[in-house]
């Protein structure tokens, strides 16, 4: 295995304040690892397993605890299973590094498959959504409906910035770069709650990710066989990219979409927005029988 983190200590630690960080949810959770040829990917499940399945995919450092304030509303309407990406800060246990989108699609089809899903509904924040939007151009039979939540490159150029306010903070790992680049993520302009920082702090002082494949921007033809029904949520003061740019240019690339622009949001719209972002999912997933 590659293990992300640098000690034994530091690895009991992060998984200590990320199992705090997941009673914020507030609703009962089981866990499943799968094995792929990527390594063990570790998997949160929540709700009712009878439902419809959704996939999330965390942003980068992330985790799966970041859907802290979604989860409880989406279980309504879906079985959430919140996936640790290999090779990211999480509970995912690497074996070798995912480097590229053919690789990063083949290890989310065989988490699926050792899930036994046909299909499912699949979304994504950030890096997240970078990867479920590989996975459904790759694989567009096996995603029923798509959601992406600022995804990371994807329809646009990322700003430099995003390596000049983040990187510092991977590399020194201070507290003082940690606040300071979600601070710039953020459209409230409000520090992390102090559990999911302690969770935050813990994985950029003690890990290092060996996710190898980085976000770029999907080209016009691959697209020509896409047909999952798409939502796409931006925040109004996305800092990554423009956000009209972003969403105009994805309305020329997938015939089925549904947009928004989140008013006083950022990169930080699925936590600090959530009750508007979970109306949206809610709606979208209801929408055509999409509950059945």
């Keep these: 295995m590659i293990s992300i983190f640098k000690d034994d200590k530091a690895e009991m630690e992060y998984y200590h304040f990320y199992d705090k960080s997941l009673e914020m949810v507030g609703t009962p959770y089981s866990t499943k690892n799968i094995q792929t040829s990527f390594g063990e990917t570790h998997i949160l499940v929540f709700g009712d397993l009878s439902k419809k399945p959704l996939l999330l995919l ?3 450092t992330m985790s799966s605890t970041m859907w802290y304030p979604n989860i409880k509303h989406l279980i309504s309407e879906r079985c959430v299973f919140a996936i640790d990406t290999i090779g990211d800060f999480g509970k995912s246990k690497a074996k070798t590094m995912i480097k590229n989108k053919k690789q990063a699609a083949q290890w989310l089809l065989e988490v699926m498959d050792g899930l036994k899903l046909d299909s499912c509904d699949l979304g994504g924040h950030s890096m997240g ?3 479920a939007l590989n996975f459904a151009i790759t694989y567009p039979e096996r995603v029923s409906k798509l959601l992406l939540f600022a995804p990371a490159a994807t ?3 990322m700003s430099p910035l995003i390596f000049i306010k983040i990187y510092p903070a991977l590399l020194f790992h201070t507290e003082k770069l940690i606040d ?3 601070l710039w993520f953020s459209g409230t302009k409000k520090p992390l709650h102090p559990i999911f920082r302690d969770q935050v702090i813990a994985g950029y002082s003690n890990a290092k990710p060996v996710l ?3 976000p770029s921007v999907f080209t016009e033809e691959v697209f020509q066989n896409f047909h999952p ?3 796409l949520l931006v925040g109004e003061n996305e800092v990554i990219y423009p956000a009209r740019k972003t969403i105009a240019n994805a309305k020329r690339y997938i015939p089925n979409l549904e947009t928004q622009i989140i008013p006083g949001a950022n990169h930080s719209l699925t936590i600090e927005y ?3 972002v979970n109306e949206q999912i809610i709606n979208f997933l209801v929408k055509n029988n999409g509950n059945k």
Excluded: C, E
Aim: net charge positive; charged share 20%; glycine share 10%.
């Design 155 to 157: 329809f646009s150029k």
């Design 274 to 276: 959530a009750d508007i």
């Design 229 to 231: 029904p798409t939502l």
């Design 129 to 131: 959504g970078f990867l």
């Design 212 to 214: 190898r494949v980085m």
């Design 180 to 182: 300071k680049a979600f």
């Design 58 to 60: 965390h942003g980068m």
